[in-house]
Nanobody, 115 residues
Framework: QVDLVESGGGSVQPGGSLRLSCAAS????????MAWFRQAPGKQRELVAS???????SYADSVMGRFTISRDGAKKMVYLQMDSLKPEDTGIYYC?????????WGQGTQVTVSS
């Protein structure tokens, strides 16, 4: 069983920043891909950003240039730095670890962007 625990969510005004953290229970380099997803009320869960075992980064068009995914293997952590936040970034943010056909999810952390 792999445990992922997200933290760092909260409420922020438009234009503000938040840094999300995902703590994994095992070596993150055991996984092919670590990623952040989000789900807004009434919408499907969507991929926000990912980093593969080789360090290749990928971002949704909607967050390109504003969000940055990173990792610290020694700490078994994955981060999502979110800058220039917009109201449409509001949602529950989930960390996912994928190895081959198996995926593991965290419980999510709420991000609310509102004036």
């Amino acid at each position: 069983q792999v445990d992922l625990v997200e933290s760092g969510g909260g409420s922020v005004q438009p234009g503000g920043s938040l840094r999300l953290s995902c703590a994994a229970s095992e070596n993150i380099f055991n996984f092919n891909v670590m990623a952040w997803f989000r789900q807004a009320p009434g919408k499907q869960r969507e991929l926000v950003a990912s980093i593969n075992v080789g360090g290749r980064l990928s971002y949704a068009d909607s967050v390109m240039g504003r969000f940055t995914i990173s990792r610290d293997g020694a700490k078994k952590m994955v981060y999502l730095q979110m800058d220039s936040l917009k109201p449409e970034d509001t949602g529950i943010y989930y960390c996912r670890a994928q190895i081959l056909s198996r995926s593991y999810w965290g419980q999510g952390t709420q991000v609310t962007v509102s004036s």
